[in-house]
Every structure is written in structure tokens, then in C-alpha cells.
């Protein structure tokens, strides 16, 4: 398809018609301006842009990715990254300040992760333990999740997850977590029982998490109020739940002073 005539085509396709002409020519004398008043700034320094892709790939976004989340073409994330080796030429060292923008507002977010991607299956594991704590069947779990009874135990106890497995999870968490399953088609049998199961493995109720330690694998569960201080073994005791790890160390460091 042939290109308007304009700016593009004088200097594209060389042509010399008085469009063509007035075009380049007010192209220029905006440009001149804007360098006189510092406003001119075409492009910009390729580097920390190629640093950016890099360090959301070791996040687990991979640049064809990244290229699609910002909005641009791969060819030119491709070029920034390796440049173009059947042509000879080097990595990119300049881009456009509109495609770098792009580019760094991709963050190393969950949300921006491919489905697939493992990640640490720590806030999945306690959001779905925490809802069979509350009552939640598993099985029933398993269903509004798209997942088959065997695969949601494995999930259920998993190191690691696929990142769409997480996203969803914390879609579930956020709908169940206030809701009595009992009052959500759940047979008050089946909620005793998935209640039992979950005391049997120490598994946290959703009360004892709070939203900043519930994906942090160095965060515990706060049963009592009291957790990780030295009141709180007697407040375990009060409530008849075992005294969780922090509980006994806060314990043993008060006894030692």
C-alpha cells in the first residue's frame, strides 16, 4: 500500500511533490523549534530499557511477553535485546522515548506473569487450607477452581504453582472468605469435616492471616492476636489451639531473660 504523501514518503520513498515538500519542510522547522525551546528529545538511551526486559525475564516474564503487555512490536524488543544478526547489526542503542515508556511501565507483577509460569506456591497453599479451615469442602474448592479432585490435593500442599493457578486462588480467597458454606449449598456434615481435616494439620483459619504475611513464606499466622509475643502461648492455651513455632520461641527468649 502506498504511503500518504507527506514527511514519510519524501524521506521514505524520495518523493518531491510540493505535499511531500511542505511536509518535510514543516516537519523540520517544528522540530528545530522544539529543539530551541528543549522539548526535542526523539530518542532516548536504549540501556536501562534492555536492563528492565531483562530483569522482568528473571521474574519470569520472557520479552515475547513483555513486547505484548507493553504494547509493542517483538522485532524491536528483539533488536534492544540481541540486535538483528542476520543483517550484522549490534544490540539497539537508541529507542524512541514513547517505546521505552512502554516498555518500563511492564512490571514484575503476578498479575503480568504467563499462566504457566512457577512461581512459590506459598499464599496458594494457605488461601485454599484457610477455606477448607473455614468449612470448604475440597471438593467443592476444586470445582469453582476448574480443577479435578487429585490435582487440587496436590495443589493444596504444592512448593510451587502455576501463576493462572494463583491469580485464581486469590480470585476464590477474596469471593469465599467471609461466606459461611453452610449458608452456600456446603451440608453442615461436609463443613464439619473439612473443618476436622484442616485442625488435624494445624491448618490457619482465614482470621489468622493478615493481607502482608499471607505470601511472605517468612510470615505466620497470627491465631491468637497474641502470636510471635510472649502472651501468646497462654492465649493458645485459652482458645485450646496447639501453640504454633513463633509462640514457643517468643516463650523460650522470655523464660532466657
Known sequence: M????????????????????HGARDYESNRYRAIAYGRWHPFVDAEPVRQHIRALGEFGIGWIRTAKLAGVSTGGVSKILYGDRRRG?????????????????????????????????????????????????????????????????RTIVSELVAAGTARAAI??????????????????????????YAA?????????WDDDQIDDPA??????GRCGTPEGRAA??????????????????????
Request: net charge positive.
Open 200 to 208: 488435624d494439620r494445624g491448618w490457619p483459619p482465614v482470621g489468622a
Open 2 to 21: 502506498s504511503r500518504p504523501h507527506g514527511n514519510t514518503k519524501y524521506h521514505l520513498e524520495k518523493c518531491r511533490c510540493l505535499v511531500c515538500t
Open 171 to 196: 480470585a476464590l480467597y477474596d469471593e469465599l472468605w467471609r461466606l459461611d458454606p453452610t449458608a452456600h449449598g456446603t451440608a453442615d456434615h461436609r463443613a464439619a469435616a473439612a473443618r476436622a
Open 219 to 224: 510470615g505466620f499466622p497470627d491465631w491468637t
Open 89 to 153: 547489526l549490534a544490540p539497539t542503542k537508541r529507542v524512541r522515548p514513547e517505546t521505552a515508556l512502554k516498555i518500563l511501565a511492564v512490571e514484575p507483577t503476578l498479575a503480568n506473569l504467563g499462566a504457566r509460569t512457577p512461581i512459590d506456591g506459598t499464599g496458594t497453599r494457605r488461601r485454599l487450607q484457610a477455606l477448607v479451615a473455614m468449612g470448604w469442602p475440597q471438593s467443592a474448592l476444586a470445582r469453582r477452581l476448574g480443577m479435578n479432585r487429585s490435582n487440587f490435593g
Open 236 to 257: 493458645h492455651y485459652r482458645i485450646r489451639v496447639p501453640v504454633c513455632q513463633p509462640c514457643r520461641t517468643a516463650a523460650r527468649l522470655n523464660t532466657a531473660a
